[in-house]
């Protein structure tokens, strides 16, 4: 199998703030999510629900979420990583 690492950069660009921002990515078909793959800026997160900010949901649609809270645009660019491989 191919391993692919998936990459995303959010960044608000309005003035004010994004309240209880959370970014949620399907994975992709043909592909199957690598566990204990997802970062936020760096740092790995775990796969489950209320652990971290992170979570692998697998139903109804298998994606990726992370709950970013509130942000500003001080808060620079938020980098979320996973990775899956392709079947």
Do not use: C, K, W
């Amino acid at each position: 199998p191919v391993r692919a690492r998936l990459l995303r950069a959010e960044h608000l660009m309005a003035t004010g703030t994004a309240t209880a921002a959370t970014f949620a990515d399907s994975i992709p078909a043909n592909t199957a999510f690598t566990a204990g793959s997802i970062r936020l800026n760096g740092t790995p997160l775990t796969d489950a629900n209320g652990d971290d900010a992170g979570q692998y949901i697998a139903a109804p649609t298998p994606q990726v979420a992370v709950t970013l809270g509130n942000l500003t645009q001080a808060s620079g660019v938020q980098t979320i990583e996973f990775a899956v491989t392709i079947n």
